[in-house]
């Protein structure tokens, strides 16, 4: 079965400070893609990230890094200097590799409050 | 800016009663898939649709149905309301059908409340 864990429900931090947000992914397939979302109060899902399975570089952009280890099943995002406009709940997510259906399975969230 | 846009934002219906929600996607999207987010939940696949066809369904019961039109619009219906289908809806697209290759944008989504 597939399935995604964010096991942080909320974190709390001060502006400023880094944080970062656990992801653990269990799937079968040898090939699959994982993303990160971002979710506003509004409601949209902002893509931030996609990583495909046999590309396991680190990635960063601006203050966003994301660190995806196969060997431990995680694709950890962490926000450096967090600002005020960074509070959101984010979503990792577990896609299959090629095939017709292109559904997400995603974890629960982690719901994100950066104090000024 | 994703370019999917999704109608009505917020509405409330009565247990029994049925509801649509639409959808309308960027030119060239030939995909589109539906997604029902709970309170306090991730999202959760309903069906995905390829050029006017379903071609994947999550576990989701026969009342939840859907179209997709040529002019890159669909439609999320849902019959026989229960009041654990309050949720916000999302709508999802893509140009491609699988996720290799392609961004898969969101709208914002339908906020349901059956009472």
């Known amino acids: 079965a597939q399935k995604v864990t964010q096991a942080q429900t909320e974190i709390s931090v001060v502006e400023k400070e880094d944080v970062t947000l656990d992801c653990v992914y269990e799937t079968r397939d040898t090939t699959y893609y994982l993303f990160w979302y971002k979710q506003p109060p509004s409601g949209e899902l902002v893509f931030l990230i996609r990583?495909?399975?046999?590309?396991?570089q680190n990635e960063i952009s601006g203050r966003y890094s994301w660190n995806f280890q196969k060997s431990t099943s995680s694709f950890n995002f962490t926000i450096t200097a967090s600002q005020v406009v960074d509070s959101a709940v984010y979503f990792c997510?577990?896609?299959?590799?090629?095939?017709?259906?292109?559904?997400?399975?995603f974890g629960k969230g982690t719901k994100l409050s950066v104090k000024p | 800016e994703t370019g999917v846009t999704q109608s009505p934002t917020h509405l409330i219906k009565t247990r029994g009663q049925q509801v649509t929600l639409r959808c309308s996607s960027q030119s060239g999207h030939n995909t589109v898939s539906w997604y029902q987010q709970a309170l306090g939940q991730g999202p959760q696949f309903i069906f995905q649709?390829?050029?006017?066809?379903?071609?994947g369904r999550g576990n989701f019961p026969p009342r939840f149905s859907g179209l997709q039109f040529p002019n890159y619009s669909s439609e999320l219906n849902v019959n026989a309301l229960e009041l654990d289908d309050s949720a916000l809806y999302l709508c999802?697209?893509?140009?491609?059908?699988?996720?290799?290759?392609?961004?898969?944008?969101f709208g914002e989504g339908s906020w349901l409340t059956v009472v």
């Open positions: 990583r495909n399975s046999f590309d396991e």
């Open positions: 997510a577990l896609g299959n590799y090629g095939g017709s259906q292109g559904n997400l399975i």
């Open positions: 649709y390829y050029r006017e066809e379903e071609n």
């Open positions: 999802a697209s893509s140009t491609g059908q699988g996720i290799s290759g392609n961004t898969i944008y």
